[in-house]
């Protein structure tokens, strides 16, 4: 429909089937949105409530010539389409409301499952008397952040006990509480204070905040050597405390924290209320003690053999050498690291093996390279016990079977022999390619008489503490020393003097008619070209 000159709409198209409205018949709207749409020219959804019959609402679209509307398209939708989409979309409605109603209840459950979990992780990680962190929340910061950016200081209150015993346990409560509000304001809000038991407390510091010494001092001074004023009390604590700067390239802090405990428990064995510092020696012991350092070592094979001489004693002069395993530190490839300080940590472990089979391969390279010297290597029940081990030893000397007379395995014990059937058989299988038996360390530990009796060795190396005990408690010492020089003659047992670490030693040992020695004072280890060039 349009509008004609004197502004009333004509029908210029009726789509009524039935009834249909003659072309240019007048129309009067009921609605005045008819004019506004005409006037607006914007599409417009009119109900028409009852004041069309039979209609439900009514499409107004505008069409228009030069930005002017010029006429109006209406679509009528009757009632019974009203009708019938109700009907249609009742159900639908019902299934909207019902997922909205689940949808609510999931939101619900998950703000509570939510709280819960924050109030379960705030009992876990949080101490309930001081608010300090927990030892949980410790091993959840390190899984997140660099171990190598933070100090450690680990502090306790001495004779707590004392306090608790003459004030109560609520007034010892307010102490703790206080005690952990000074550690607080001291080192500031990047530092964080664990609770790790009793009146225990670690704290981390990040490294940016300050010196680790003035640090400490002043956290110890000010946590320890002032006055407390609590519930009309006044008090004064001592304290124990140790701290530690950890290298930059740390990742675990357990090392760290076994290193600060044993510090701590040096401190309160000599007097308490004292504050020390782990210097940079530490800084080995933390790496070297770290399984996952020595594993990467291992599997880079960062490792080198030293040769330690065994001379004749008489002659002064070298007869073989013993191969001594060293790995090499990652960051200072001229800083070797010795077994001592990460053996017990691989013992028993395919790390240790690893090292085993490492050596192994060094050993046979450097007979194959040097075919006139011989030398001894390490073994213990570790790698006697290892299938692996053992068929790579008999792979090695079936095909280097000219080397095996060249080659005597010495024998470790950490552990006492159980099965002595077991291990003859093992060293009789060693012994038939040529090479040598020897017991290290005999006359202390495990190395005893039962040795020679159920075992067939070569070679006995005499325990250095015995060979030491000739600057202390010389004239035992002699009688002991000449009766395993007996002993060994009348086995045929080759004699070594093991730790001959100075002249008086020496002389002592030749005295006796050892015939062999070995120790610092006669040649240290080093690497085999060097005795060889």
Known sequence: MSKDSEGHYRFVLDGDKEHPEE???????????????????????????????????????????????????????????????????????????VMQFFLLLALLILIFIAYRYYKTRQ???????????????????????????????LIDIDEFKEINKKYGNAFGDLVIQSFVERMNETLGRNAKVVRTVGTEFLIFCPKEDGDLSALADRLFQTVGQKYYFIDKEMIRLQVSMCAINLPDESYSIQHALRFLDEELLKIKSHGKNALSILGMDTYDGIKYNDIDYIKEALEEERLVCLYQPIYHTESKTIVKYEALARLIDKDDSDKLISPFQFMQLIKGTSQYIKMSKLVLSDVFRTLEQYPQIEISMNLDLDDLYNIDMMKLINEYLVKHQAYAPRLTFEILEENEIQDYDRVSDIFQALREYGSKIAIDDFGSGYANYRYLMCLDIDILKIDGSLTQELHTHEEHAMLVLQSLKNLADTFDYMLVAEFVSDEEIYKKVKHLGIGYSQGMYLGEPRPINEYLS
């Open 23 to 97: 072309y240019g018949s007048i129309f009067f709207p009921k609605s005045t949105q008819f004019d506004e749409v005409y006037k607006k020219g914007d599409i417009s959804i009119v109900k028409q409530n009852d004041e069309v019959e039979g209609v439900w609402v009514s499409l107004v679209y505008p069409f228009k010539e030069e930005g002017k509307t010029k006429a109006l398209l209406v679509l009528d939708l009757s009632k019974k389409y009203a009708t019938y989409l109700s009907d249609f979309n009742s159900p639908l409605v019902t299934v909207v409301r």
């Open 123 to 153: 009992a876990l990680i949080k101490d309930s008397l001081t608010s300090a962190y927990t030892k949980y929340y410790l091993n959840e910061f390190f899984d997140r952040h660099h171990v190598g950016k933070y100090y450690l200081f």
